[in-house]
């Protein structure tokens, strides 16, 4: 029997941030009271819809988003982050969008996005 591969964990997301200074992070209202994002952390995008506070602008930038995009990043949210945040997965049609916008390289095959 074959021992398992060692495996490399890698989180890029750590050091790029690019998905979340590049899209309008919209979602129902329910869900930002359900995940208790506070007042602050939101504007509205419509009636049914909040978006994170900084996101609906032509150069969007979370307001949770610590750090500078493409070198050290974290989020001040991470827990109650709503679902699109949890969409994006690094190496995706998003993330390389995003990526592509802050003028960030490709991910290598290896990279793995946690959570
Ligand atoms: S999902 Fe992609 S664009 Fe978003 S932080 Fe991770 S590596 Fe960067
Ligand atoms: S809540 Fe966090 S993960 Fe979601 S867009 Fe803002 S900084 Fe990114």
């Known amino acids: 029997m074959m021992n398992a591969p060692a495996t490399v964990t890698l989180n ?12 309008r992070v919209s979602f129902y209202w329910s869900e930002a009271v359900s ?11 419509s009636p049914w819809h909040a978006c994170l506070r900084g996101t609906n602008q032509p150069a969007p930038r ?3 988003l610590q750090g500078e995009v493409g070198q050290s990043v974290s989020c001040s949210l991470y827990a109650q982050r709503p679902s699109p945040c949890h969409e994006v997965q ?16 490709e991910l290598p095959v290896l990279a793995l996005r946690h959570g």
């Open 90 to 105: 690094a190496g995706d049609a998003q993330c390389r969008k995003a990526r592509h916008k802050h003028g960030l390289p």
């Open 62 to 64: 979370c307001m949770a």
């Open 35 to 45: 995940l208790g994002l506070p007042d602050t952390a939101l504007e509205q995008a």
């Open 12 to 23: 890029p997301c750590l050091d790029c941030g690019a998905c979340c200074a590049s899209f």
